[in-house]
């Protein structure tokens, strides 16, 4: 049974991934849902074959678990994912980064996204978040991408926005995740950086230090691109230290905002059970997503 099919009262004896496990709970999933049960002795990123009963409020009562052993499952299953080919993005990603006419520009994202570097493999395979969107492998790619994609379309709607600094600032927003998760997709969760450091500033040393590399590269594209990834939460108190001041901030801002609600909508989609068209109350929403074509 998928998880998100299970209802109060249902028996399972099932193979589940361990999504979180700490002093407090256990979370376990499939690609579907979650379950969270009482605290026990089993490490986040495995798979455990469970039985127990259904509880309200996506709980479970564990009567046993164990190891699960090969042959009792499939990770395809278990592991959730994009909506589109990896490989298909890889290609729209080249072919955007080759629209960039800025040579300084067209070069850092040569450095950071070329075809066999290191930071080009590991964005590759790292989630965009622990839980609220693209929390799964391939997921910052995604992201990234469309968010890009998103702010190429509209920078040509509205005067005065450099397309390619914003394009470059859209790429580039997220980079600081290669540093504040982890990449394993069987249990993502924040790296001790992440924690101490937070995503944001990561991923602006991370850009400086490359610019630095890069002989030539003009001050002013320099603080303009990072001033895109310091200030893309858009708030003091959403994790920005600078409130967006340019065009090009303003409009990756509220691409990148955009991009993580509609991701949030695929997420509860993707884990509502047959025959409903509302989801529950959803945190990252502040209230419940409507489906209409489920309804209809």
């Known amino acids: ?31 579907t849902g979650t379950l969270e049960c ?16 259904v509880e309200p409020r996506g709980r479970l009562a ?67 978040a622990k839980r609220f969107h693209q929390a799964y492998r391939h997921g910052l790619l995604e992201h990234s991408l469309t968010v890009a994609q998103g702010v190429s379309a509209i920078s040509a709607t509205f005067g005065g926005v450099d397309r390619d600094v914003a394009v470059t600032g859209a790429l580039l927003h ?16 924040m790296t001790d950086l992440g924690k101490l450091q937070g995503e944001i500033p990561l991923g602006y040393y991370r850009v400086r230090r490359i610019i630095e590399d890069l002989p030539g590269f003009p001050s002013e594209l320099a603080v303009a691109v990072l001033h895109i990834i310091l200030s893309h939460h858009g708030q003091l108190e959403h994790g920005s230290p600078v409130v967006p001041c340019t065009r090009e901030a303003t409009l990756v801002h509220m691409i990148d905002n955009l991009g993580g609600r509609l991701g949030s909508f695929d997420r509860l989609e993707k884990e509502l059970p047959e025959g409903s068209a509302w989801s529950g109350w959803d945190r990252a929403l502040g209230g419940g997503a409507w489906f209409a074509s489920r309804a209809a």
């Not at 209802?7 to 979370?27: F, K, N, W």
Request: net charge negative; proline share 6%.
């Open 62 to 128: 564990v009567r046993a678990v164990r190891d699960a052993v090969p042959g009792e499952y499939d990770l395809d299953d278990l592991l959730d994912g994009p909506r589109i080919p990896v490989d298909r993005m890889e290609a729209d990603l080249r072919a955007l980064i080759e629209t960039i006419q800025c040579d300084h520009l067209r070069g850092l994202l040569d450095r950071v996204f070329g075809v066999g570097s290191a930071t080009w493999e590991q964005f590759r395979e790292a989630p965009a």
């Open 174 to 189: 997220d980079i600081g995740k290669l540093d504040a998760y982890t990449s394993d997709p069987l249990a993502i969760d």
């Open 38 to 53: 009482p605290p026990c002795e089993i490490a986040a990123g495995t798979c455990v074959r469970v039985s127990g009963t």
């Open 1 to 31: 049974m998928r998880v998100r099919d299970l209802t109060p009262g249902q028996e399972i004896d099932q193979v589940l991934m361990v999504r979180t496990s700490d002093a407090r709970r256990v979370i376990l999933g499939d690609r």
